[in-house]
Nanobody, 128 residues
């Protein structure tokens, strides 16, 4: 019954921008932290960003700070990831995922095992 659906991926040139959306059904994102993760072929899954439900606090991995912005629209039950100044190394499948209330961070990284529900992913390709 719970579904998370990502959208907004595509092909962009270096320096371009995309906005990813994570639309939820079966749960209210009012009560969940929402994280964005990415995985490139042959590479480990990486936590990119997260927004908590309790106070709206945010997390960003160092490589995207200043370029990416996470936000939520509770009326639409949707979380967004605005990605600016994209680089080839940002190329990956991007997934959104939820956990209750607060983003779990350990050692400076999002703890993927703490997230309960996952979307199917959207592909972002950054290439000239």
């Amino acid at each position: 019954q719970v579904q998370l659906v990502e959208s907004g991926g595509g092909l962009v040139q270096p320096g371009g921008s995309l906005r990813l959306s994570c639309a939820a059904s079966g749960i209210s994102l009012d009560y969940y932290a929402v994280g964005w993760f990415r995985q490139a072929p042959g590479k480990e899954r990486e936590g990119v960003s997260c927004i908590s439900s309790t106070d709206g606090s945010t997390y960003y991995t160092d490589s995207v700070k200043g370029r990416f912005t996470i936000s939520r629209d509770n009326a639409k039950n949707t979380v967004y990831l605005q990605m600016n100044n994209l680089k080839p190394e940002d190329t990956a499948v991007y997934y959104c995922a939820t956990e209750r209330l607060t983003c779990s961070v350990a050692g400076g990284s999002l703890s993927y095992y703490a997230f309960d529900y996952w979307g199917g992913g959207t592909l972002v390709t950054v290439s000239s």
